[in-house]
DNA sequence: TTTTTGCCTCTGG
DNA sequence: CCAGAGGCAAAA
């Protein structure tokens, strides 16, 4: 497992003006790309200015980015120096030369993926956050789950600062969801999601508190199988939820381009066939089986792919 | 078990 | 203008 040597604290050599006050951390690009994790399909509310820094949220701290092919600078808001937030963020306790060399021997055709997306990461988000914006992803784009993300956010949730004349927001809390009106979930084009949402929020309201977090606890498969209990989830957003929110490294969520990719790898006798909730099933078992304890990060390589085909990402 | 259909709304053919 | 977009659930 790779370590962060000093915990990013380092500086090295003299920072440009722009970054004078900011952190160094000497991660290479090559073992975090920032802009293609961040633009990856896995989270929607990080902002990039015109400099190439980039702005998010994450719990209730601002984070501030500037990548650079070596490392990155970073700050943290309000509070600064916070590491420990990045580093668990950014996984950065996954040591993803080993996963590579371990996925190109089960599989070799996942070579070009690799060297495609190199520094492509599975982010450890905050529990809620993902766990709603994941709902909006049935039958969707990702330009619009980004403006509906966006916009839930600016109306329900909390203030956490404000940078250069932005206010940037908290996700909102699970009471001030269920709260929340439907139809100005549909203005902010949730659309036949938005009483998903609501249910979703007083379903999880009438649990004990951090139930949703215990669920990083239990084995995968109950994880799952608790998920798909709410109305609204079925089993590829319970792998999201299980993937992006409860850091289940082996949860594979299927989407249309991931069962033709898998039909087309291994099972070409499918073919034309829909993706029934058995057929779903053993897609993902497939992908596990192949990819092992780390499958779910195998397959967002796999998905960018098919996403973004032609598109390659260095800074 | 499988296929079909409706559901919000935007985008690319 | 239509089909499809990181689906889901109800119905047959």
């Known amino acids: 497992m790779h370590r ?15 970054v004078i006050s900011l952190n160094w951390s000497d991660i290479p690009q090559n073992r975090l790309n920032i802009p293609l994790t961040l633009t990856s399909g896995q989270c929607f509310r990080w902002e990039q200015t015109p400099e190439g820094e980039w702005y998010g949220a994450v719990g209730n701290s601002l984070v501030r980015l500037k ?4 490392g990155f600078w970073w700050e943290t808001y309000p509070e600064p120096g916070r ?13 993803l030369e080993g996963l590579y060399a371990q996925w190109r021997r089960r599989e070799p055709r996942i070579a070009p993926s690799l060297r495609r997306w190199a520094g492509l990461r599975i982010l450890r988000q905050e529990a809620q956050e993902a766990f709603f914006a994941f709902h909006c992803a049935t039958c969707n784009t990702v330009v619009k789950i980004t403006r509906s993300v966006r916009a839930l956010a600016q109306r329900y949730g909390e203030p956490i600062c404000d940078l250069n004349g932005k206010t940037f927001y908290r996700f909102p809390d699970v009471k001030r969801l269920s709260d929340a009106s439907e139809r100005a979930l549909r203005e902010d084009l949730w659309g036949f999601r938005a009483p998903r949402v609501i249910a979703s929020a007083r379903h999880l309201r009438m649990q004990e508190p951090g139930w949703l977090e215990s669920l990083r606890e239990r084995p995968y498969r109950e994880a799952h199988a608790e998920l798909m209990r709410l109305e609204g989830i079925g089993a590829k957003v319970a792998d999201c939820i299980c993937l992006f929110a409860l850091w289940h490294d082996e949860a594979t969520p299927i989407d249309t381009h991931l069962w033709k990719i898998a039909v087309e790898l291994y099972r070409p006798d499918l073919r034309g ?8 099933q053993s897609a993902a078992d497939l992908f596990r089986d192949r ?12 998905f960018l792919d098919a996403l973004n085909a032609g598109r390659t990402y260095t800074t």
């Open 291 to 302: 990819f092992g304890a780390y499958a779910g990060w195998a397959q967002q390589y796999l």
């Open 4 to 18: 962060a040597g000093a915990p990013g604290l380092s500086r090295s050599g003299k920072p440009p003006e722009s």
């Open 67 to 70: 990548p650079e092919e070596a």
């Open 83 to 95: 590491w420990d937030l990045i580093h668990r963020y950014f996984a950065l306790d996954v040591d």
């Open 273 to 280: 066939r829909s993706l029934t909730p058995a057929l779903y």
